[in-house]
C-alpha cells in the first residue's frame, strides 16, 4: 500500500533510498515523509514520500525545535555570552525559590530545574507563549530540589532557556536563531511560520495504529510515570492534543522553542550540517570542544518524567545508534535530527502522520545504519548494524 516515493540521492548512497522505500512500501498508512543527509556539508540524499507531500512541504517537527533552540545556547556559550556555570539566577534575577536561585545554566539546560509546569496547567493559547510560560515558572514551585535530580521538561524547556537568552542578549530567542543561524544558512526550519510561507504548511496528521499495534499497546500495560502527565501538560483543565498543538495557529505564528517549530527534513539536516562542518563556504558554527561538551553526557540515572535511562547531553539527546560524539533531538510525530562529528553525517526526518507509538519512528533504526554503512565505508556494514540497534 506504500506510497511512490520521490527525490534523488547520490552516487553511492543508492543503498538508502532502498530502504527508505522499503519502509514506505511496509507502512498501512502514508507516512507522510521526508528524509535528507548531509555528508560533509553535501546533500546526499534528498526524499520524500507521500500523497499529499512534497520536497519543501512545511509540517510541525515538535522537539526537533529543541535542537535548533540549544543550538543557540550553546552558540552563546562558545561566545562567552552564557557562562554554563553561573547561577540563572545572575541573569533573571526573579528566578528563586525552593532552590532555584542556586541552579546553575548547565543544570537548567540539562533538565535539572523541576520546572514541568504549573499545577493548573497551560491551554494551548498559553503554551504557545514562551514568554507567558517563563514568566509564571519564574516563582513557581519545582518538582524536585532544582540540581539533584532531572526530569524531560517537555514543553517548557525553550521557554526556561529562551528567558535566560532574553535576559542575557536583549534578544528573544528566535531573534537570535533568525539572525545567526536560520537566515544565513537558509534553513527551512522556523520558530514562528512567516505569513508568506502559509501556502507550504500542511497538518500534522494523526496516528492510525494497525489491529496489531493497538493490541500489543493494550498488552502492554506499562504504567505511566507519575510526573508524566504533568510535563506533556495532561494534567490540567485543558489536557495536550499533540496533534491539535501542532496545528494551532498560535503554536504555528509564535514558533514556542520546546516544540512549536515548522520545517523540513532539508531544514533539519542542513541545520546540523552547519552545526559541525563548513556550509557553502562558512565554516561550523560549532567549534569542536564546543559540540564535545554538548553532546556528553549530563545527568546519569533515571528521568523523573519518563522513568527511562539518561540520554541526555547538555539539551541535545545523544545518538547511541551513531556514535558516542553524535548529538541531536527526536519529534514526537517520529521525526529525528542529528550530526555526528566523527563521520561528517547530519540526518533530518520528518513525517506528517504520527508513528506508532510515537517518539522517534522505528524506521530511523535501518535508515541511520544505512546511512553510517556508506559514510563509514566498506566493512562497516556489520558494526553500523549492531550501533543502530543498541
Do not use: C
Not at 105 to 122: C, K
Request: aromatic share 8%; charged share 20%.
Amino acid at each position: 500500500m506504500g506510497a511512490k516515493v520521490n527525490g534523488t540521492v547520490a552516487a553511492g548512497w543508492e543503498s538508502v533510498r532502498e530502504e527508505f522505500e522499503a519502509f514506505v512500501a511496509a507502512e498501512a498508512h502514508s507516512p507522510e515523509a521526508q528524509l535528507a543527509v548531509h555528508h560533509d556539508g553535501r546533500r546526499v540524499v534528498d526524499l520524500w514520500a507521500g500523497e499529499d507531500t512534497g520536497a519543501d512541504t512545511l509540517t510541525g517537527v515538535y522537539s526537533i525545535t529543541k535542537g535548533a533552540a540549544y543550538l543557540v545556547v550553546a552558540l552563546l556559550v562558545q561566545d562567552g555570552v552564557l557562562d554554563l556555570e553561573r547561577p540563572v539566577s545572575a541573569y533573571w534575577p526573579e528566578f528563586t525559590g525552593g532552590g532555584k536561585e542556586r541552579l546553575t545554566v548547565r543544570q537548567l539546560v540539562s533538565h535539572q530545574a523541576g520546572l514541568l509546569s504549573t499545577p493548573e496547567g497551560f491551554d494551548y493559547e498559553e503554551i504557545a507563549d514562551d514568554a507567558l510560560i517563563a514568566a509564571r515558572l519564574a516563582g513557581q514551585k519545582p518538582y524536585w530540589e532544582p540540581g539533584t535530580a532531572y526530569g524531560y521538561h517537555a514543553f517548557v524547556i525553550g521557554a526556561l532557556t529562551g528567558e535566560l537568552v532574553r535576559r542575557a542578549t536583549g534578544r528573544s530567542l528566535p531573534q537570535v536563531y533568525e539572525e545567526r543561524i536560520r537566515a544565513p544558512y537558509g534553513l527551512d526550519l522556523y520558530m514562528g511560520l512567516p505569513s508568506a510561507l502559509e501556502g507550504r504548511w500542511k497538518p500534522v496528521l494523526d496516528m492510525l495504529p494497525t489491529p496489531e499495534q493497538l493490541a500489543a499497546a493494550q498488552a502492554g500495560g506499562a504504567q505511566v510515570p507519575e510526573l508524566l502527565p504533568v510535563a506533556f501538560n495532561a494534567h490540567g483543565k485543558q489536557p495536550m492534543d499533540l496533534v491539535v498543538y501542532a496545528n494551532h495557529p498560535k503554536v504555528k505564528a509564535l514558533g514556542p522553542a520546546s516544540a512549536g517549530g515548522i520545517g523540513t527534513a532539508r531544514g533539519v539536516a542542513r541545520l546540523y550540517a552547519a552545526a559541525i562542518g563548513e556550509v557553502d563556504g562558512r565554516a561550523p558554527l560549532l567549534e569542536p570542544e564546543t559540540a564535545a561538551e554538548f553532546a556528553r553526557l549530563h545527568t546519569p540515572g533515571e528521568d523523573r518524567v519518563t522513568a527511562e535511562p539518561d540520554h541526555f547531553g547538555l539539551g541535545f539527546e545523544q545518538q547511541p545508534a551513531v556514535g558516542p560524539r553524535a548529538f541531536g533531538h527526536s519529534g514526537a510525530a517520529g521525526g529525528l535530527g542529528w550530526a555526528d562529528p566523527a563521520t561528517g553525517l547530519a540526518y533530518g526526518y520528518t513525517r506528517r502522520r504520527f508513528g506508532f507509538p510515537g517518539g522517534a519512528a522505528p524506521e530511523n533504526v535501518p535508515l541511520t545504519a544505512a546511512v553510517l554503512r556508506i559514510a563509514r565505508g566498506p566493512g562497516a556494514g556489520a558494526a553500523a548494524g549492531e550501533a543502530a540497534q543498541a
